[in-house]
């Protein structure tokens, strides 16, 4: 059966439905184009959720960079042709800061673009020098850098997390670091995954449970950190309302792919772009 087209008049085509081509959206609907976008929407889910700018460049020096914009300078002498090195650094920023401030309207709270690079964890306790970290994140950020008393807690049943693996490779950079398991509310049998995890978070009376259980282990810990699942919809009042709860700051770390941050971009992306205007045409290659 012949497959019905299509026709979308628009004066702005994205290709591509990453982080750059939802990105580009933004910029092109705050400047009041009409836009339509397309691509397979998959990529953004496998993200972390935070927001590179330059972390390290490939040289005979290479180096992790604490400073982006000095690294900027490095790379255009380095490589003249290399994207970042054709883009002024006062529209690399202002890129940024509309970025998240378009985040945090539409619900998902991020940090602010500055001077520097933040330190942050990976999912197996690795670090890395990223720019722009969700607000649910900025507590192990802080945290980190001021070798904080803190318990990375994780779960019975969830793969692609493990709180002793993280500690075991960030210990020695991070001396104040313990690990404890505990049991998710009414998911003690079995695999439990992410994504189910935080849509149960957004239930009152599951919070208030895994606070209890938390609690139980927190010992005289000043921070909590946990795998990304506080909330699929409204991470940032589920990490307020958890905090409240604990009576202490608590973060979250991303987990393997796909990790719910990356869920949340692309979950918002698909339910506000178009109430905004925009067409979105999901799960579609472009051929010419």
């Known amino acids: ?37 397309t691509g397979n929407t998959g990529a953004v889910a496998y993200t972390t959720g935070y927001l590179d700018l330059l972390g390290e460049i490939n040289d005979p020096q290479s180096t992790t960079l604490e400073d982006p914009w000095q690294g900027l300078l490095r790379l255009q002498k380095l490589q003249p042709e290399h994207p970042l090195s054709r883009v002024p650094q006062d529209d690399i920023h202002k890129a940024f800061e509309q970025f998240t401030a378009f985040l945090g309207e539409c619900g ?19 670090t890395k020098q990223t720019f722009c970290v969700p607000a649910t994140m900025q507590e ?7 070798n904080a008393k803190c318990v990375i807690v994780d779960f019975k049943g969830l793969r692609g997390f493990s709180g002793r693996q993280i500690v075991a490779n960030i210990a020695a950079r991070w001396p104040n670091l313990k690990a404890k398991r505990i049991s ?17 978070l957004e239930v009152p009376e599951t919070r208030a449970q895994l606070a209890k259980n ?18 699929m919809h409204n ?16 973060f979250e770390i991303p987990t393997m792919p796909p990790s719910v941050p990356g869920i949340r971009l692309r979950e918002m992306f698909e339910q506000v772009f178009p109430q905004k205007g925009l067409t979105l045409v999901p799960q579609q290659k472009v051929h010419s």
């Open 140 to 146: 192990g950020i802080d945290g980190f850098a001021r």
């Open 184 to 200: 998710f509310p009414e998911m003690d049998n079995g695999e439990i995954y992410p994504e189910v995890m935080a849509r149960a």
């Open 235 to 250: 991470p940032d009042l589920v990490m307020a309302e958890m905090k409240k709860l604990i009576a202490l700051p608590i």
């Open 108 to 126: 998902i709270a991020y940090s602010r673009p500055g001077k520097k690079n933040v330190t942050a964890i990976t999912p197996i306790g690795t």
């Open 214 to 231: 938390i609690l139980e282990v927190c010992g005289d810990a000043e921070i909590i950190g946990i795998p990304a699942v506080l909330g």
């Open 1 to 37: 059966m012949q497959e019905e087209s299509r026709h979308f008049d628009t004066e702005l085509a994205v290709i591509g439905s990453g982080l750059a081509g939802f990105a580009a959206s933004t910029f092109a609907l705050n400047r009041g184009l009409k836009t339509a976008q």
